[in-house]
């Protein structure tokens, strides 16, 4: 074993603070990464408080994690000591059922095995996150990093990036499609960066006009303030596909009227209270309402090749571990544009 710094959680609610993880000794197909960034996701958040109830203390945040390959197993094929690699939002899964034969093990049947606040593949022992300096994982869940990108502001790619990615792919989003984007923050700014580097009409649905001028050059042709109530008949029957990265609550049904015939609109975001749904924006233009989690090995890994190709990164804040406690506040209050990336240095 190999003791290593970290910043935990003790119990929920607790302020972060500095903390000692014990890393498993790599097996023949493991990968010792010392990380040199990680990204600060809202879910880290709510974890770190056990505002969804299924929290294991203490906890080690962090799943958008970026670092350099500085020892591997005896049969590791994928990589090499000195690669630049990333490890997203979960370390393992099953293997053997038909989502993870089909690459998307983030639909595992038995559960993906989580970066954190999860357990390894032994079902037994805790798994702890990327606000720590060093992290050992299984080949096969590590992915290569783009080299034309800086490293810190390539790592949320890890967790916002193929978020916003996947379900753009999925429903195959195509040059010209009307693409809604509700939100604009962590997950929202990345969602119009693809959205346009797949030459859609990009459109934000935002409650302020306070990130009008970020959102046009991120790459939105349009920018529309929701506010005004007078906006949701002015644009009824409007996209093709609605992006809803929004973490507050929205009126769904207002959203759903915004679609053509057969448009479909998709949720990344998680709203801390249930949503009401009423049948008839659905029933009368056949419209679907979905929702999409992270993505897969494979298409992560696409995801950060076409980001590479087309020069796409996040827009962040570079932090020390030390101000990660009021970095979570500034989050909830929507003061960060638009990530939150940790410089592990700091730790070191």
Known sequence: MNSVKAY?????????????????NPGPHDVVIDIQY????HSDVHQARDEWGNGNFPMVPGHEIVGKVIKIGSAVSRYKVGDMVGVGCFVDSCRECNPCKQGIEQYCDKGMNLTYNGVEKD??????????????????YVLKMPANIPAEKAAPLLCAGITTYSPL???KIKAGDKVGIVGLGGLGHMAVKLAAAMDAEVTVLSTSDRKKEDALSFGAKHFINTSDGKVFADRANYFDFILNTAAGNTDLNQYLTLLKL???????????????????????????LAGSLIGGIKETQEMLDFCGKHGIS?????????????AYERMIKGDVRYRFVIDINSLK
């Not at 609610?13 to 498993?24: A, Q």
């Not at 990680?38 to 996701?41: A, H, L, Y």
């Not at 998709?266 to 049948?279: D, I, R, W």
């Open 8 to 24: 935990a959680a003790m119990k929920p609610k607790d302020p972060l603070k500095p903390f000692v993880v014990e890393r498993r």
């Open 38 to 41: 990680c990204g600060v996701c």
């Open 123 to 140: 079902g037994e022992t805790p798994t702890f996150g990327g606000y720590s300096t060093q992290i050992v994982v299984d080949e096969n």
């Open 169 to 171: 792919r999925h429903w």
């Open 262 to 288: 057969d448009g479909t609109m998709v949720l990344v975001g998680v709203p801390e209270h249930p949503a009401t749904l009423n049948a008839f924006p659905l029933i009368f233009k056949r419209r679907c």
């Open 314 to 326: 996040a827009d962040i804040e570079l932090i020390p571990i030390e101000k990660i406690n009021e």
